[in-house]
């Protein structure tokens, strides 16, 4: 039995979510993806994400991994996948992994990207892959929020209700916002997230950038832990799953990679 990796990217627009729905016939990642590597494998593939993405996220870099005794080389596998999936789903990496690895236990890191379209005007272009937010922002006291995140902390106060998890800290590396004309960028990377937690720091930041609540009322709301006191969960659109980071130690086994260029 071999153990393949496959780094995927994809626009999650027409799709609800990552992970299959029971009982139902709705299009998810999961299952565009389960089907295509059936069809190549001939036998019936069962795949792990690192990361459940909701309907209408996006992804960079999401990672999933799959057990199977096909004789298909893995430096085929992208582009024998692709030739099997729509063109809003792409395989990017293809390696097999030590047997044990395993897509979202194995994982140390993720990075998240949330972006907002800053703009009186809409574009047609961004309505899919952005929050559109017609007012300027500060972008230094967004900042000097971001900070106050990093570290180990309870996120229970950025949790959405429905989460079946009993522990809520997680440690954030690294939070901060760039712009690039038109386009803001709130980039964070964790060990973990919690139910939209991202989407709730990113509608966290825009009050704050929006003059709404001040920089230093993050380390209150991350005492506090109460979902009601936090910001608002802003819309899918605007989440990308950018990469998921593993431990070498994980991929210690001699492996074959290709990686199609974008």
Do not use: W
């Not at 999936?85 to 097999?96: K, T």
């Not at 892959?129 to 902390?153: I, Q, W, Y």
């Not at 998890?165 to 973990?192: H, P, S």
């Not at 659109?237 to 086994?253: F, I, R």
Request: aromatic share 10%; proline share 4%.
């Amino acid at each position: 039995m071999r153990n393949f990796k496959l780094v995927v990217a994809y626009d999650g627009t027409r799709y609800h979510g990552f992970q299959i729905q029971k009982g139902t016939r709705l299009p998810t990642i999961q299952g565009t993806l389960e089907q295509a590597l059936t069809i190549l494998t001939k036998e019936e593939i069962k795949i792990t994400g690192a990361g459940r993405t909701d309907a209408g996220v996006h992804a960079q870099g999401q990672v999933v991994n799959f057990l199977s005794n096909t004789l298909v080389p893995v430096e085929r596998f992208p582009l024998a996948v692709n030739s099997l999936l729509p063109e809003d789903i792409v395989v990017l990496q293809a390696e097999e992994v030590p047997v044990d690895f395993h897509a979202c236990f194995s994982a140390e890191r993720k990075t998240y990207c949330y972006t907002f379209y800053n703009s009186r005007m809409r574009d047609p272009f961004c309505r899919y892959f952005a929050f559109r937010v017609p007012v300027s922002l500060d972008l230094t006291e967004m900042n000097k929020a971001c900070r106050l995140f990093v570290g180990e902390h309870d996120f229970s106060g950025f949790c959405a209700s429905g989460s079946a998890v009993k522990n809520f800290t997680r440690t954030i590396y690294n939070c901060f916002i760039e712009k690039e004309d038109k386009i803001i960028r709130f980039l964070v990377t964790g060990n973990g997230f919690l139910y939209n937690m991202v989407r709730i720091m990113a509608g966290t930041l825009l009050e704050i950038g929006q003059g709404k609540r001040k920089a230093e009322d993050v380390a209150n709301l991350l005492q506090k832990g109460q979902r009601k006191l936090s910001g608002i969960t802003l819309p899918p659109q605007g989440l990308c799953l950018l990469s998921v980071g593993y431990d070498e130690n994980t991929l210690t086994q001699p492996a074959t990679c290709i990686k199609i260029n974008q």
